[in-house]
């Protein structure tokens, strides 16, 4: 299996994981999906779609993200990762 296949099954237990996640708290996120242009550049580097949601369901995430707290000191420590198509903050 070569670095790509790899990168990209990651992605996709990653997405399946995220679900099963969001499912155990009364959420979904309909649109959640591997973002198919990731994958295609001349070095694929797959990013998760995260999607769309309604008002009601990016409430309920939101509070659910601050009852869980800080991901800082928790095993593996923050990730930060690359923002597609938002303006950097320098």
Do not use: N
């Amino acid at each position: 299996m070569t670095t790509t296949e790899s990168d990209i099954r990651a992605a996709e237990e990653a997405i399946r994981a995220l679900g099963a996640a969001l499912a155990g708290i009364g959420l979904q996120l309909p649109s959640l999906a591997l973002d198919p242009a990731s994958c295609a550049r001349d070095v694929p580097a797959p990013l998760i779609d995260l999607g769309r949601c309604d008002v009601r369901t990016a409430q309920l995430l939101a509070s659910a993200l601050r009852e869980a707290g800080p991901v800082v000191g928790r095993a593996g420590g923050p990730v930060v990762g690359p923002v597609m198509g938002g303006a950097s903050k320098e």
